[in-house]
């Protein structure tokens, strides 16, 4: 032991060099020592665990040991591993120590992540694959403090700052619900990861109020985010739109009501999410406000009246008629003398016809009788131009007081002076009536004593039809002067039928013809109408084939083919071609020239050859009076068998018509046709 020099020997100075000196030797061995125990410092988070007193608190015995003691420290991990979550769930189940080795110095970093840093790690090695906006996000901007809100963050060792563990999937567990759940806590409903605004997965028509017309194209905020609503701020100070509940069972909803309660119903009566300016007129009632459209009224755009609508012109004045129209009488119009207003003669209806009726022109000076009663007011009551600056701006003014002393106030003489022969001179009122003029006078009874009395259909037929320039299906009449404006000629030629009918029968029953008829078409016919003709049964009686029984009641045309060509839509002889002739030339002189027989050949044996008239009569086909089935077959009815229907046991042939039934070769016997009884 070294001694230093000094007062009082050992003592002093002296003695505290020695007793220093000693303590270092004794360090210097307690190092020596424990460099054999330990393999080197703990890193920094195991600084606690320094001292070979603390071995045994990681260092147990037995396999296992170890990493059991680093779960216990870290129950974070073992908690998360019970559950199967996060790496070490999945690729970390190994002894710990494999992964994260210690006693390296205090800046030895005790995660070593894969693939070069923790910014490369593939996250999906976690449990949750990062996508979209996620993806881009930096580990720390969630791996903080306020995020990890689970279990493991409370069992963690590690409380504030980045930590790996104690985050969940839930998207309120990192953002915040702007909603407050309102809509649900299933974000992904509406959001995706690519960005939180649009909602791109959100679809309006899922909800109870679907976006049509010009909805479609309102800024989401500026229906969620209304002042109605009170919507809060977030922490940034930006508004937060209210999306639940966000009343919406009328427009007045949201928006103003510009009509301020005048008009009572939804405002989905009158207008269209298309456009507010756009109205619905098959919903729109009128009648709500001070004015009910009525008549014409109901069908004018709302324009005319509301002028600059929709923006202006909303209470337009209706006081008077002449409040919108102008007075075209220039207020000359009177009733007793006494001027009226438009509704003294007109209504809503329509401003024509007046509501001046026939019984009041009867006041006039002019009564208006006949077909006069009948003409529009404006035929007689033209118009006349106004006078500058008259009132309303009318250019026209109807005049109300036309001459009227005789016919020829109005009408000409429209004959071209054929008729100034006559005693009368042709004067209108000899053959006309103020009833109309195209229904003459000069009728059936003055044309008896001309060549061609008017019978019949001539009797009804227009006068124009014969005597009119313009005559249809008939040769023209040659144009002069004589016509007139009427055109029409009096004194014609044609007499006989074939001068204006097509004959059909081409001369066969004409004077002269094959079967001729000395009165010729009206042998058959007469002036009442062609079809049907007079030929009747009796007169078919002279003829060839008599008709008896039902044949009586049979159609012509049933046995007269050439009659079922399409008929002429007029026999006028220029109405088209003439057709095919109705020569009624055809001979029938047995049944089968018509009929054909439906049992075939099965009565050819029959002394009669099986001839229909063996069985049947000309009065009906059914029943077969003249057949006896008790004398002509060797199967007499009797008992029950009399009342049996033909068909029962006569049916047709295997592939035959239901009309070909089999009468010959049926068996007598009772089992051919009844089925034995079962025996028990």
């Not at 032991?1 to 030797?25: D, E, F, N, T």
């Not at 007193?53 to 974070?76: D, F, I, P, V, Y």
């Not at 003294?344 to 009788?369: I, N, W």
Request: a positive charge; aromatic letters at 6%.
């Amino acid at each position: 032991m070294w001694r230093l020099p000094g007062k009082g020997g050992a003592g002093g100075i002296g003695a505290a060099v020695v007793l220093s000196i000693g303590a270092m030797l004794f360090l210097a061995c307690a190092r020596a020592l424990s460099a054999q125990i330990s393999p080197g410092p703990l890193a920094r988070a195991h600084a606690e665990l320094e001292g070979s007193l603390n071995c045994t608190k990681c260092h147990g015995s037995g396999k296992g040991a170890m990493t059991q003691a680093c779960l216990g420290c870290h129950r974070e991990i073992d908690w998360l591993m019970e559950r199967g979550r996060g790496l070490h769930s999945r690729d970390g189940k190994g002894a710990c120590a494999s992964c994260h080795p210690d006693h390296a110095g205090a800046d030895f970093a005790l995660v070593k992540w894969p693939n070069g840093g923790q910014g490369r790690f593939d996250h999906q090695q976690a449990g949750w694959l990062l996508q979209g906006k996620h993806a881009e996000a930096k580990c720390t901007a969630c791996h903080k403090t306020e995020y990890r809100v689970s279990a493991a963050a409370t069992l963690s060792p590690r409380k504030h700052g980045a930590g790996w563990v104690g985050l969940e999937q839930s998207c309120t567990s990192c953002h915040e619900d702007v909603h407050r759940n309102s809509l649900g806590s299933n974000c992904a409903r509406c959001h995706d990861l690519t960005g939180w605004k649009p909602a791109a997965r959100f679809d309006h028509d899922s909800t109870s109020y679907r976006l049509t017309g010009k909805h479609v194209d309102v800024p989401c905020a500026k229906c969620h985010q209304a002042a109605r609503l009170a919507p809060r701020t977030d922490a940034k100070g930006v508004l937060v739109s209210v999306f639940n509940p966000v009343s919406h069972k009328d427009c007045v909803d949201c928006h103003t009501d510009p009509h301020r309660g005048r008009l009572v119903g939804a405002c989905s009566k009158c207008h269209t999410t298309s456009s507010f300016l756009t109205i619905d007129k098959r919903d729109f009632d009128h009648d709500v406000t001070r004015y009910a459209l009525r008549g014409k009224h109901a069908t004018v755009a709302c324009a005319s009246c509301h002028v600059g609508f929709p923006t202006q012109g909303m209470h337009p004045a209706f006081a008077t008629c002449a409040s919108c129209h102008a007075d075209p009488h220039a207020g000359k119009a009177t009733l007793a003398g006494r001027v009226v207003g438009c509704d003294g003669c007109h209504t809503v209806d329509g401003f024509r016809p007046s509501t001046f009726t026939v019984a009041m022109h009867k006041q006039s000076a002019y009564p208006l009788e006949g077909k006069h009663a009948t003409v529009r007011c404006g035929a007689c009551h033209g118009t006349t131009p106004a006078t500058t600056g008259s009132a309303g701006g009318v250019k026209k003014v109807i005049d109300l007081r036309p001459a009227h002393v005789a016919c020829m106030s109005c009408h000409a003489d429209d004959h071209g002076g054929q008729l100034k022969t006559r005693p009368d001179k042709g004067a209108c009122e000899s053959c006309h009536q103020v009833n109309g003029w195209n229904t003459s006078t000069f009728a059936v009874a003055g044309h008896a004593g001309l060549r061609l009395p008017l019978e019949g259909r001539h009797a009804a037929i227009a006068c124009g039809a014969c005597h009119a320039a313009a005559r249809r299906g008939l040769p023209p009449l040659a144009a002069t002067a004589s016509l007139g404006r009427a055109r029409v000629l009096f004194k014609l030629s044609e007499v006989e039928c074939v001068s204006c009918h097509v004959d059909p029968h081409q001369g066969r029953f004409a004077r002269g013809g094959a079967r001729a008829h000395e009165t010729g078409c009206n042998g058959c016919h007469d002036v009442s109408r062609f079809r049907p003709s007079r030929f009747d049964v009796a007169a078919h009686a002279k003829a060839a084939f008599p008709l008896e029984g039902a044949h009586r009641a049979v159609p012509c045309v049933a046995c007269h083919s050439e009659m079922k060509q399409p008929s002429r839509k007029s026999s006028l002889v220029l109405d088209g071609p003439p057709g095919a002739p109705l020569a009624f030339a055809a001979k029938y002189e047995t049944c089968a020239s018509c009929h054909v027989s439906p049992h075939g050949d099965q009565f050819a044996q029959r002394r009669d050859k099986g001839a229909c008239e063996g069985c049947h009569t000309v009065d009906s086909f059914v029943p077969a009076s003249r057949f006896d089935h008790d004398k002509e077959t060797s199967f007499p009815l009797k008992g029950a068998h009399a009342k049996v229907m033909c068909t029962q046991c006569h049916r047709p042939a295997a592939g035959a018509s239901q009309a070909a039934l089999v009468y010959g070769g049926l068996s007598s016997k009772c089992e051919s046709c009844h089925a034995q009884p079962v025996r028990q």
